[in-house]
């Protein structure tokens, strides 16, 4: 499928993945974020230097599951964007 359609899958919560992405295990998931705050850890605090517990809002993002079991957010490439080997997966 292609990127557009991968994302409506993602946004009703299905995770998303390339064929042609050579890790075993990774995957997208739509984040909705945050819209009415949580209150942040220390690591984020620290971060934007503002008081641990203060009311973060978070807009949403995408988050992908990294080879290694990892997790961080992602951004398409370009090559991702206009590819159509997209599959939802586990």
């Known amino acids: 499928m292609t990127f557009g359609e991968a994302l409506e899958k993602a ?11 050579n890790g075993k295990g990774m995957a997208v998931a739509y984040q909705p974020g945050y819209p009415d705050g949580i209150p942040c850890n220390k ?3 620290e971060t934007w230097h503002i008081p641990e517990g203060t009311l973060f809002r978070c ?6 599951r990294c080879v ?8 398409a490439s370009q090559s991702d964007i206009l590819a159509d080997d997209w599959v939802t997966t586990i």
């Open 59 to 64: 807009q949403p993002y995408l988050q992908m």
């Open 68 to 75: 290694d079991g990892s997790y961080q957010m992602w951004l």
């Open 11 to 21: 946004k009703s919560g299905e995770l998303i993945a390339r064929i042609g992405w």
């Open 43 to 45: 690591n984020t605090a």
